[in-house]
């Protein structure tokens, strides 16, 4: 399984909240932010029940998922149970990436743009880099595309701000505009180019979102959505309560 196959959302996806530490202040994010981590014990009992449920791939999130004292033996427990893994950085500590996913413990991750030293890991076979575009930042998307790209980035991913605040939220003209100059980029240049289910809905291109896709938190809590404020969450019936 690829990098591109989990750009492109083509495998059965658990999104784990492993911690809530952060070390990134960013101004729209609304994460709880807490000295919290999963238990590496809790973490394996979790994991076979998403194995038991056909999941085939585990993104550890967070806050910041670097920052959890034991994730390689996260990632390792994921691993024994052929799992597919993954997790998106902040990249304030690229080395430490480097060297899980050089070790073969991380299959892919997304380094998040703009942020801490991602220019360092973009170029990384195993990367995706993740462009996030909030309302009036489609200059600075495409800023940070050319960087990725001139720094030899093979898989860029287009992801529109999600949450509750609206002067976050980009406008359907904007996505638009990003991913077809995106779109346009790849075919060009050969890099691979996608969007995540969310922001392909808001353009029109699928009907649904989240197939497959299953986000559960510190607590436990189980959603179909991928974050709370989802406008579509009342057709999707998405939260699943707690286990």
């Not at 729209?28 to 973490?43: M, S």
């Not at 920052?67 to 893994?85: D, F």
């Not at 980009?170 to 969310?198: C, K, M, N, Q, W």
Request: hydrophobic share 40%.
């Amino acid at each position: 399984m690829d990098v591109a196959s989990l750009a492109a959302g083509s495998l059965r996806l658990a999104s784990v909240e492993i911690t809530q530490r952060c070390n990134n202040r960013c101004l729209y994010c609304d994460q709880p932010k807490a000295n919290r981590d999963i238990l590496p014990t809790r973490f394996a009992a979790l994991l076979d029940e998403l194995v038991a449920e056909d999941i085939e791939a585990v993104a550890l999130g967070g806050g910041e998922p670097t920052l959890h004292p034991a994730l390689p033996v996260l990632l390792e427990a994921a691993h024994q149970r052929g799992l597919h893994t993954g997790l998106t950085t902040n990249a304030r500590d690229p080395g430490q990436v480097s060297a899980l996913a050089d070790a073969g413990l991380l299959d892919s991750f997304g380094v998040s743009a703009g942020k801490g030293e991602w220019q360092a890991l973009v170029a990384h076979p195993r990367a995706i880099v993740n462009l996030l575009l909030l309302r009036g930042g489609l200059s600075q998307v495409m800023g940070w595309t050319c960087k990725a790209l001139q720094r030899g980035a093979r898989c860029l991913l287009l992801l529109g701000y999600k949450g509750a605040d609206p002067q976050f939220t980009p406008l359907v003209g904007e996505l638009s505009d990003a991913f077809s100059l995106l779109t346009r980029l790849g075919h060009r240049t050969g890099v691979s180019i996608g969007a995540d289910d969310y922001t392909r809905r808001r353009l029109g291109l699928t009907d649904t979102c989240g197939a497959g896709f299953l986000r559960v938190s510190l607590n436990g809590t189980r959603d179909r959505c991928c974050f709370p404020a989802c406008e579509y969450r009342h057709l999707s019936g998405a939260s699943q309560g707690t286990h």
